[in-house]
């Protein structure tokens, strides 16, 4: 028996060995451009021209220049937006899931047709939220970017949220309409406890996909009331694209986004599975 387990032991110690390989090939392919990124942000323009200069003699003109751009505002306005946004999906979202879950309503074709949004080219969007926004005066405001984000962020967050309401026990529930509350008290006070972690990080993830949208924010609010993204495509010029200014600036936009993902990993994957085979 022991001989046998030595083995076996040895027999995977080459798979072993490989899927290591392959794990630290991908945590480089993965790391490799923050840390270019992150070394770009400290380097003047004749040191970006050397990207495999490393050691070098930290600049902070291109953090300088970024602050002096107002990115810390977009960045306030891109966090209004996300979280204007997210509260919104997450009050609807929370409340059509539990309907999809528990009722079923609309049968398959409504659970899976509330990522048609998703499937759709945002170019085919856009137009008609501009000429809304045109309509009703609100063009050039961040009111007519948490509209289009709402198109984004609200049928994910349902989608993920379906999952979650699927697998919390109907009994608790039951059982506290048999003790008198109404419906909608008990969705409250009962079932919103029991996936209140799936609402937390379908909030994250919403906010996130927020949070990076470009196309939506450039074309809707480029002027005054432009968010992080798109202050961070102005250092795209016509006299070239500031490396060195974009590269700070990317920092300050991918930071938050990697912390968020740290915490929402394994619920993303219990939302996409959960919403996907269950039904």
């Known amino acids: 028996m022991t001989i046998s387990k030595i083995t076996t032991r040895k ?27 992150f ?12 990207p495999t200069l490393i050691l070098f003699s930290p600049n902070l003109a291109n953090w300088t220049r ?16 996300g979280l204007i946004t997210v509260s919104i999906a997450i009050i609807v979202g929370s409340m059509g899931a539990y309907s999809i879950s528990r009722y079923k309503t609309g049968g398959s074709t409504a659970r899976f047709g509330i990522l048609t949004a998703q ?25 007519s970017v948490v509209a289009a984000h709402i198109s984004l962020v609200l049928p994910v967050v349902t989608w993920f949220l379906i ?29 919103l406890p029991q996936v209140a972690p799936g609402i937390g990080a379908s909030a994250i993830f919403g906010f996130v996909i927020s949070w990076n949208d470009l196309f939506y924010a450039l074309i809707l609010a480029p002027g005054n009331s432009a968010t992080l993204p798109v202050r961070i495509a102005g250092f795209n010029t016509f006299r070239g694209v500031e490396l060195g200014a974009m590269s ?32």
């Open 11 to 37: 027999h995977f110690e080459p798979w072993r060995l490989a899927g290591n390989i392959l794990l630290t090939g991908a945590f480089i392919a993965v790391s490799a451009p923050f840390l270019w990124v």
């Open 39 to 50: 070394l770009g942000s400290f380097k003047t323009g004749t040191q970006l021209n050397n």
């Open 66 to 81: 970024v602050l002096e751009t107002g990115i810390l505002q977009a960045a306030f306005r891109s966090v209004i937006v």
């Open 119 to 143: 499937v759709l080219p945002p170019a085919i969007l856009v137009f008609p939220f501009l000429d809304l926004a045109y309509r009703i005066r609100v063009n050039g405001t961040l009111v």
């Open 163 to 191: 999952g979650f309401f699927d697998a919390a026990p109907k009994e608790v529930e039951e059982q506290a309409l048999v003790d008198g509350l109404d419906r909608f008290t008990a969705f409250r006070k009962v079932v």
């Open 248 to 279: 700070a600036a990317i920092l300050v936009s991918v930071i938050p986004v990697l912390i968020a993902s740290f915490f929402i990993q394994r619920r993303l994957v219990q939302g996409i599975s959960g919403g996907a085979v269950k039904f």
